[in-house]
C-alpha cells in the first residue's frame, strides 16, 4: 500500500482503493475471531479429567475477550464503509481445533490454541504494516488486539511446556504406587 498523500484520510472518496484493501484484511480477521470463539467454547467443554481444568478454565475466560475482538473488527469495517458479512460467507479453516480423541488429550488442545494464536499474530502483523502509514486509527486498534493475542499464546506456550516436561512424571510415579499396592 502507498504512504497516502498528505492530508488526506482513509474515508475520502478518493482512497476507496486502499479502503478495499483494508476491509479484506479485516473481514479475515473477524472470521477469524469468530472461528476462534466457536473453537473455544468446544475445547472448554469437552475436555475430561483433571489435567484439562487449568486448559478448560483459561479457554472460558478468553472466549469473552475473543468475541470482544470480533466486534472490534466488525465496527471497524462499519466505520471504513464496509458491510460485516453474513453467516453464509464463512468457511472454517482451524482443523487443528477439532475436538480430541480421547477428549483427555488436552495436550492437542494446547497445541491447537497456540497455532490459532500463531496464524492471528501473523494476519495482525500483516494488517499493522499495511495501514501504519493508510490508516493509523486501524493500526493502533489491531496493535492492541495482538498484545492479547501475545499474551495467549505466551501463556498456553508455558502451559505446554509444563505438559511436556513434569506431569507424566508424576502419572508415572502414581501408577508405580498402584501397582505396588496390587502387588501387595
Ligand atoms: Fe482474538
Not at 69 to 97: C, D, T, W
Not at 114 to 125: D, K, L, T
Not at 134 to 144: G, W
Request: hydrophobic content about 35%; overall charge negative.
Amino acid at each position: 500500500m502507498t504512504p497516502p498523500s498528505s492530508g488526506t484520510s482513509i474515508l475520502d472518496d478518493s482512497r476507496s482503493d486502499e479502503r478495499g484493501e483494508i476491509l479484506g484484511l479485516l473481514e479475515q480477521a473477524y472470521w477469524m475471531e469468530i472461528e476462534t470463539v466457536m473453537s473455544y467454547i468446544a475445547n472448554s467443554i469437552n475436555p475430561d479429567g483433571v489435567r484439562a481444568q487449568e486448559i478448560v478454565r483459561s479457554l472460558q475466560a478468553d472466549i469473552q475477550e475473543e468475541l470482544g475482538h470480533a466486534m472490534q473488527f466488525a465496527n471497524r469495517i462499519k466505520e471504513l464503509y464496509g458491510v460485516v458479512p453474513g453467516s453464509m460467507q464463512f468457511s472454517a479453516e482451524q482443523s487443528y481445533l477439532q475436538p480430541p480423541e480421547p477428549t483427555t488429550d488436552i495436550v492437542s488442545v494446547i497445541k491447537g490454541v497456540i497455532e490459532a494464536e500463531s496464524g492471528a499474530i501473523h494476519h495482525y502483523a500483516t494488517i499493522i504494516e499495511k495501514t501504519d502509514e493508510a490508516d493509523p486509527v486501524t493500526a493502533d486498534m489491531v496493535t492492541a488486539i495482538l498484545h492479547d493475542e501475545e499474551g495467549h499464546r505466551r501463556l498456553f506456550e508455558g502451559f505446554l511446556r509444563e505438559y511436556d516436561s513434569g506431569r507424566p512424571q508424576l502419572e508415572h510415579r502414581d501408577r508405580g504406587h498402584d501397582d505396588a499396592l496390587v502387588a501387595g
